[in-house]
């Protein structure tokens, strides 16, 4: 079955820089790829998606890139800012698929520093 | 004011009690999941199912069952068969089944005592 890796676990960067954070996927049959936020006690919030037959797309400072080849797909924040603080989490499922779910990665833990 | 309702927000149990999980949804979605997050750990599927009166188990059925007798409830029971219950369970909708959108409720936090 598919299994996402992701990294790094732990990232930190000054407000205002730039922060990326990357995943693999193992089944190459996997099609579409979302990215999660969440806050502490809080559930995930779907922030950006991308299907693969799209190589890039972006939304305002949140991009996100898939190389289908390597089977790998990263996450760009861009001028971040104390509020994107929190966990991030990438997925990837088979759309159409008969289940349906979404295999996650770990998670990255995001610290803005003011 | 649509979305997905988890309820309780925190939840206390003894050993050895079974335990209901609510989670509501007013998005008209057929298909309802509920996974398991632990410290540190990703999400993983417990149950999913894709239309009233179906639902298949997911990687760590062992110790819940669920039921879908409404379109908007899918209730997760954590039996006393769970040997290590205490996590963080959320609760998820999709338009259908197969379709990859999903969208998260606020989550229950259960702690055993």
């Known amino acids: 079955g598919e299994n996402v890796e992701q990294h790094p676990s732990t990232l930190s960067v000054q407000e205002g820089d730039s922060a990326v954070i990357k995943c693999t996927y193992s089944d190459s049959a996997s099609n579409y790829f979302p990215w999660y936020k969440q806050e502490l006690g809080k559930g995930p919030q779907l922030i950006i998606d991308?299907?693969?037959?799209?190589g890039e797309k972006k939304d305002q400072r949140i991009a996100v890139t898939l190389n289908k080849t390597a089977k790998h797909f990263s996450l760009h924040i861009t001028e971040t800012q104390p509020e994107d603080s929190a966990v991030y989490f990438c997925a990837a499922s088979i759309r159409g698929g008969s289940q349906g779910n979404l295999i996650f990665g770990k998670g990255t833990k995001l610290s803005v520093k003011p | 004011d649509g979305g997905i309702t988890q309820s309780p927000k925190y939840l206390f149990r003894k050993e050895g009690q079974n335990v209901t999980l609510s989670c509501e949804q007013n998005l008209n979605h057929d298909a309802m999941y509920w996974y398991r997050q632990d410290p540190g750990q990703g999400l993983r599927l417990i149950y999913y199912s894709q239309i009233v009166n179906d639902f298949q188990k997911g990687d760590i059925a062992e110790g819940y069952s669920v039921s879908r007798e409404k379109k908007e409830s899918f209730p997760l029971t954590v039996t006393s068969a769970q040997k290590n219950p205490t996590a963080f369970y959320l609760c998820a909708s999709s338009d259908r089944a197969g379709s990859d959108t999903q969208y998260f409720g606020p989550g229950t936090r259960l702690t055993v005592l």
């Open positions: 991308i299907r693969s037959n799209v």
